[in-house]
């Protein structure tokens, strides 16, 4: 320690200062496990770009903790009563970092962008579909949005506020080159974006002009003031790295703590951990088109051979909990029926296996070492099911292979991993639909597809909690997936890092929190 | 191995048209280098547009973006593109980030080359006297030792020393940053600081290769007739070995040196990843895992221009230390 | 002939590495891939000698395994780099000209291709196999032994004796095999017992990136990959396999020096 400070002492005197004290102090330290791929809303994005741009943009809409939708641009959101046109009155006091204040034509231009075939949004498909349709946005007055629907959607909102989507943030025409290519964001949001430099950081800093709801934060909604003046993502790709980079003080929030982490960081004097229940999915996938798959005597075989609790427990040590739905046990609409876990039946899994011809032929699951749960998942569920007989064999893919065998749906059985859904609807749609179309889709019923538009447009709460149970029944019987638990989010924060939460979705939200060093 | 003409050092117009010619023969290679990654990157499974669509990729998706990059054309209409702007000097924009593949690659390259240079420098001063004084104590069993030393930094895996490193003097002494890179031209002081581990951890692994050439090549070196003679004429030992022996047992010692810093130059993705350097192995194989097509062929490419400029300048300083090596 | 310690040691070691691979082969105290959950981390016991690892797997038993894994893998290595390598190092440095250029660029190609690219796409073609993984480390390889086999065919191949084959009227293809290949086996030994060291550590840089031999099995390399993230908790995790891929090359080096040595024509004078 002594030789440090007389370092640091020989490099302060040389003029050579690591960085200055003064800005150390306000600059609260994120760690980022890859770099953001574009500032983009919505467009070259990952997980960790919907991130960073949720901090600098900000849309008509946004998510709560929950899941639901709350308005954030908008001081609310008028539905009329046949459901096809959403009224949003816009906030006065909204302005973008360049100090223009926001009005409806700002809207209309970003939705132009938005729907354009070449900008390639994502969610271009999702508001041009055949579930919703956008025919029109309209702005009567400076201060108001109109947006025509073709058919009433259960979605459109939740489509808007969508991460992934970049909650179809609101962008300054500014944000934009002369040729309409994108520059940088220039948003309503909370912070500004400040220095990007690729594969090391990137710099947000306070924008302090931010006019902020009242209240408390609640998920990417609420009252997002930001209290300290710069933050820094830094990009540490190695979890061992990151870990070490939280205890030797080089970062002051870990978002992703590894589970096998979580007991020696807990144990550390001044280290809190943030656990909350995430909104992804961890599935096990299985080709209905395979010859021996194809039989539902098998794939319910597999699926009474293995102990899911005892698996799910294993790979996050207690901090997730079982489901076979695929509505994440934090949604509204999972209801107690979809917490029923069937009781492993080794003795039936064996009778049934032998009824579908299944003679010991070994059958291939696709994982990968990216994530460690999927490769975990094929290694328990190889284990669990050579008790039954069952002989499975691991096939270890690089993550983009593994990605191409999925959309193309070459695979016998897959551990797989769904990204956050929001809605309930689109927790089935993920893996419900044609093959023939689309092969990544692993259940192709066309009742079940019925239910699902129908629940696409439902919007009483009751009925598409009824369609719901409906496709969860069937699916216990085609048992085209496993389910299996979706994952928790861990993040850790020394003491002196005040007023963070986990939430629903992995990426940490830096409004809110505060700095007491010493 | 290709030798350099030249019988005791160089004549002017010989290394011109000595360097002229090595960088005709190399051409082949290059373009060798770039076609066999252009398509080979097309055999992998996988491409940008599954990559960034992710479990979201539905099929019109995945087309859009293909058009978009360009991926839905020919693959050989796609190379001839591709040569096309890398002979005006344009190697396109990465499909990821969207930045310039060629600054992007010098970017980077500062980061991994300060890093190399560094390390082999070190493992050079520390490995050449000890190999040699190995061989001149031969069999002994400190000589023994030595090798033994050497075979035993040589077995340890780099990220494993890399992370004991981190823990050590990141995390328990506190002695440097555990993440994070500031570049020299920003600050001198700093850099030192987050370049320190790195170094250190790739010395000492070179230094295991680099004792156990220089020992090998010395002894070889200390058979011969000459050595034999100066000892009978009664020249002292340690000048037997620092002006005959040296020379000459140095020379293969240089072609592993050239070696060596040829295949770290290209990619030390292992090191880069512990230390959290934004260097050229970490953008190769991040670009490899993400599909980003122009990314992996301009640096594949640099990579192929780094060996064969390493290569070149190795065979051109081996005269200097090889007297032995005539014109072939 | 005087016993040196290199051989004594290097002999030992080796032969140990080698007796824990071939008993591998009839026993271990556990099924090395078996996973046990409620057993995960356990520390060294009379039962599980060295614990088990973060799947309940018994560490000693995969320790055993990775012998003959990692053994194997590093020697079918080998010869495929020796094999292609001495192909086009004997082709090139005997015939010369317009072959010699065509091959030489080859090779060159080769050096420079990161050995991860060439692991990614052979894993691609093959599908995950350690076989694949041998190819690519093969072919990363190759190269290597290839210069010092055509600087060794260049050096000789004016020498007398060839000149004396050839005037007795021996095909250039026999003057090879007869009297130029024996005469690159001291270099190619010594270089052998070097790659062998280096195949091992990239099958396990490899595993730390995610490429390495498909697990379940276990190597010794991707033991000790997978072991890092708990270097604190489970120190032995990582040190176990460690110890054993210094003892083979600390084994394999010094035996290489020692072959050197006894195979160098120099020495008996």
Redesign the interface.
């Known amino acids: 320690?002594r030789?440090?400070a007389s370092?640091l002492a020989l490099?302060a005197s040389?003029g050579?200062g690591?960085a200055t004290p003064a800005a150390a102090q306000d600059t609260l330290r994120i760690r980022l496990n890859?770099?953001i791929?574009?500032t983009d809303p919505g467009v070259?994005?990952?997980a960790n770009t919907d991130g960073l741009v949720w901090h600098v943009l900000e849309g008509l809409v946004a998510l709560r903790g929950n899941a639901t939708v709350a308005p954030m641009l908008a001081e609310r959101v008028d539905v009329s009563a046949d459901g096809l046109t959403y009224t949003f009155p816009l906030r006065r006091d909204v302005r973008f970092h360049n100090g223009q204040p926001l009005t409806s034509a700002d809207v209309a231009f970003a939705m132009e962008r938005y729907r354009k075939?070449?900008t390639?949004w994502?969610c271009r498909?999702d508001l041009d579909g055949s579930v919703t349709r956008i025919t029109a946005v309209e702005t009567p007055d400076p201060h108001t949005v109109v947006m025509r629907l073709e058919r009433p959607s259960a979605l459109f909102l939740t489509t808007l506020a969508r991460t992934?989507c970049g909650q179809t943030g609101i962008f300054h025409r500014d944000s934009l080159n002369a040729d309409g290519s994108w520059r940088a964001p220039v948003g309503t949001g909370p912070f500004r974006l400040g220095e990007w430099r690729?594969?090391?950081?990137i710099e947000l800093e306070r924008f302090a002009e931010y006019a902020a709801l009242p209240g408390e934060p609640d998920g990417l909604a609420g009252n997002k003031t930001p209290h300290v003046e710069r933050v820094r993502f830094?990009?540490?790709?190695?979890?061992?790295?990151?870990r070490?980079?939280l205890?030797?003080g080089?970062?002051d929030i870990l978002p992703d703590a590894?589970t096998?982490?979580l007991r020696?960081l807990r144990a550390r004097p001044g280290m809190t951990v943030h656990s909350s229940p995430s909104f992804d999915l961890q599935i096990i996938l299985m080709q209905t088109t395979d010859p021996l798959l194809s039989d539902v005597r098998m794939r319910r075989a597999i699926a009474l051979a293995l102990d899911v609790p005892?698996l799910v427990r294993?790979l996050t040590e207690g901090g997730s909990r079982p489901s076979r739905a695929p509505i994440p046990v934090g949604s509204g609409f999972h209801t107690p029926l979809m917490s029923e876990v069937p009781a492993r039946d080794l003795a039936a899994a064996r009778r049934l296996a032998q009824e579908a011809g299944y003679r010991g032929q070994p059958i291939r699951i696709v994982t990968?070492?990216?994530y460690e749960a999927f490769?975990?998942i094929a290694?328990?569920a190889?284990?669990m099911l050579r008790e039954a007989g069952i002989n499975l064999e691991?096939?270890?893919?690089?993550?983009?292979?593994q990605?191409?065998?999925?959309?193309r749906g070459e695979y016998q059985m897959m551990a797989?991993?769904?990204?956050a859904r929001l809605d309930p609807s689109l927790s089935f749609e993920?893996f419900t639909g044609p093959k023939a179309?689309?092969p990544?889709k692993a259940w192709d019923n066309p009742r079940v597809q019925a239910m699902l538009e129908d629940s696409m447009r439902e919007t009483d709460r009751a009925r598409r909690i009824a369609l719901f149970e409906g496709m969860f029944r069937q699916l216990m019987e085609d048992v085209p997936v496993i389910a299996l638990y979706s994952s928790t989010n861990n993040a850790v924060t020394p003491a002196h890092v005040q007023g963070f939460r986990s939430w629903a979705v992995d990426a940490p939200r830096a409004w809110g929190v505060r700095l007491a060093r010493r | 191995m290709r030798r350099a003409p030249g019988v005791s050092g160089w004549r002017g117009a010989d290394v011109l048209a000595y360097v002229l010619k090595r960088l005709l023969v190399a051409l082949p290679t290059l373009v060798l280098v770039a076609a066999s990654v252009f398509f080979l990157m097309r055999l992998i499974p996988g491409d940008p547009a599954t990559v960034i669509l992710g479990d979201a990729a539905t099929p019109e998706a995945v087309a859009d973006l293909r058009v978009a990059y360009g991926l839905d054309r020919p693959v050989l209409v796609q190379f001839a593109l591709w040569v096309e702007r890398a002979l005006a000097g344009d190697l396109g924009r990465s499909i990821t980030s969207g930045e310039a593949v060629g600054p992007l690659i010098l970017a980077r390259f500062q980061v991994t080359a300060a890093i190399v240079f560094a390390s082999v420098g070190i493992a050079v001063l520390l490995a050449v006297p000890l190999g040699m004084l190995a061989a001149w104590k031969q069999n002994s069993w400190g000589d023994v030792a030595a090798v033994a030393a050497a075979t035993f930094l040589l077995s340890i895996p780099s990220f494993w020393l890399g992370l004991i490193f981190l823990l050590v003097f990141g995390l328990w002494l506190g002695w440097v940053p555990v993440v994070g890179y500031v570049t020299f031209a920003e600050d001198v002081w700093g850099a030192l600081h987050y370049i320190a581990l790195p170094v250190v951890t790739l010395a000492l692994i070179e230094t295991g290769v680099l004792i156990r050439m220089a020992r090998a090549s010395t002894v070889e070196v200390l058979r011969l007739d000459y050595i034999a003679h100066a000892r009978a004429k009664g020249v002292p030992e340690w000048r037997v070995l620092a002006r005959h022996a040296f020379p000459n047992a140095f020379a293969p010692t240089l072609t592993l040196i050239g070696l060596i810093m040829g295949s770290l130059l290209g990619g030390i993705a292992v090191i880069e990843t512990v230390f959290t350097l934004p260097g050229l192995g970490r953008l190769l194989v991040e670009a490899i895992f993400a599909r980003d097509y122009p990314v992996i062929q301009g640096v594949m490419l640099f990579i192929a221009v780094i060996y064969v400029v390493v290569n070149l300048i190795v065979d051109l300083l081996y005269p200097v230390f090889d007297p032995r090596v005539t014109a072939g | 002939m005087r016993l040196r310690p290199n051989l004594l040691i290097g002999g030992t070691l080796l032969g140990f590495v080698f007796i824990v691979a071939a008993t591998a082969l009839v026993w271990t105290p556990y099924d090395p891939v078996r996973t046990n959950l409620r057993r995960r981390l356990v520390p060294p016991s009379s039962d599980y000698w060295l614990g088990t690892d973060e799947f309940g797997r018994d560490v000693a038993s995969r320790l055993m395994e990775g012998a003959v894994t990692s053994l194997t893998v590093a020697a079918s290595t080998v010869c495929v780099a020796l094999v292609l390598g001495m192909a086009i190092g004997l082709a090139g440095g005997f015939l010369r000209g317009w072959t010699d250029r065509i091959l030489g660029a080859v090779n060159d190609t080769l050096l420079a291709f990161p050995g991860i690219l060439l692991a990614l796409g052979l894993l691609a073609v093959l599908g995950p196999s350690r076989w694949g993984i041998v190819l690519a480390l093969g072919l990363a390889y190759a190269p290597s032994v290839a210069r010092v086999v055509r600087g060794t065919v260049l050096s000789i191949r004016e020498r007398e004796f060839v000149e004396a084959s050839r005037a007795l009227g021996n095909s250039e293809f026999y003057t090879l095999l007869r009297h130029v290949l024996p005469h690159t086996a001291a270099p190619v030994i010594v270089l052998a017992t070097s790659l062998f060291g280096w195949i091992i550590l990239s099958e396990s840089a490899l595993s730390f990136l995610g490429l390495g031999v498909p697990p379940p099995a276990a190597t010794w390399g991707n033991m000790l990959a997978s072991a890092r993230p708990f270097m604190q908790d489970a120190p032995l995790l990582s040190i176990a396999p460690g110890v054993m891929i210094a003892t083979c090359l600390l084994g394999v080096n010094l035996l290489g020096d020692a072959l050197r040595d006894l195979l160098d024509p120099r020495d008996g004078a």
């Open positions: 320690m030789l440090r370092f490099a040389l050579l690591l890859a770099d791929r574009s070259n994005r990952d075939r070449e390639n994502r498909g992934d690729r594969g090391q950081f830094t990009i540490i790709p190695d979890d061992a790295a990151a070490a980079a205890l030797a080089n970062i590894r096998r982490d020696d005892e294993a990968t070492r990216r490769y975990e290694v328990l190889q284990d691991l096939e270890v893919l690089e993550w983009a292979t990605l191409q065998r999925y959309t797989f991993g769904f990204s993920m179309t689309q990544r």
